[in-house]
Antibody, heavy 119, light 108 residues
Framework: EVQLVQSGAEVKKPGESLKISCKGSGYLFTTSWIGWVRQVPGKGLEWMGIIYPADSDTRYSPSFQGQVTISADKSINTAYLQWSSLKASDTAMYYC????????????WGQGTTVTVSS | DIQMTQSPSSVSASVGDRVTITCRASQGISSWLAWYQQKPGKAPRLLIYAASSLQSGVPLRFSGSGSGTEFTLTISSLQPEDFATYYCQQANSFLALTFGGGTKVEIK
């Protein structure tokens, strides 16, 4: 079974750093892109960026460029989303999802990681 | 960025109704559009890719059409499990694979 399993919920204080993960299984991890999507409670989906684990080619939405870092470790089939200094406005659900090809859609989704940033 | 505008933002419908949701792109995106369904507390689910291709396992009552800047998602006969929020996403420009604002399909 193809699946993406994300790391657990996080509660952090403003200014703290954080790295969440997304581990793929059931398919060849290096042959698909992995994207990250934010969903603020009660709001819509926001595309943050995407990485190709085979060579770490990474693209960011202009809205998130410089705010987060996307990375991957193909040796352990895992993609990451990290923040160096969290803000309260980063409180959201974060999903990773597989994109098999450039013009396809996101066909397999992780279960989501809730990030709460509060003092 | 390419902006994606969905309409309506919500629709009330009954089981068995035909429902159509529209998505407009701020510039041409060929046929590179995907549709997703999201239920409360769940991750989105891919329904349609490349504007009209049905993702494996998705019921045939879902269909997509369009190209360029205007696209539609149609549910031919609404079922109880279809009450959810639907999103379009442009898959043309990797600079930002923008989502539409969503359309909530509610029970009438």
């Amino acid at each position: 079974e193809v699946q993406l399993v994300q790391s657990g919920a996080e509660v952090k204080k403003p200014g703290e750093s954080l790295k969440i993960s997304c581990k793929g299984s059931g398919y060849l991890f290096t042959t698909s892109w992995i994207g990250w999507v934010r969903q603020v409670p009660g709001k819509g989906l926001e595309w943050m960026g995407i990485i190709y684990p085979a060579d770490s080619d990474t693209r960011y939405s202009p809205s998130f460029q410089g705010q987060v870092t996307i990375s991957a470790d193909k040796s352990i089939n895992t993609a990451y989303l990290q923040w160096s200094s969290l803000k309260a406005s980063d409180t959201a659900m974060y999903y990773c999802a597989r994109q098999p090809a450039r013009h396809y859609g996101m066909d397999v989704w992780g279960q989501g990681t809730t990030v709460t940033v509060s003092s | 960025d390419i902006q994606m505008t969905q309409s309506p933002s919500s629709v009330s419908a009954s089981v068995g109704d035909r429902v159509t949701i529209t998505c407009r792109a701020s510039q041409g995106i060929s046929s590179w559009l995907a549709w997703y369904q999201q239920k409360p507390g769940k991750a989105p689910r891919l329904l349609i890719y490349a504007a009209s291709s049905l993702q494996s396992g998705v019921p045939l009552r879902f269909s997509g059409s369009g190209s360029g800047t205007e696209f539609t998602l149609t549910i031919s006969s609404l079922q109880p499990e279809d009450f959810a929020t639907y999103y379009c996403q442009q898959a043309n420009s990797f600079l930002a694979l923008t989502f539409g604002g969503g359309t909530k399909v509610e029970i009438k």
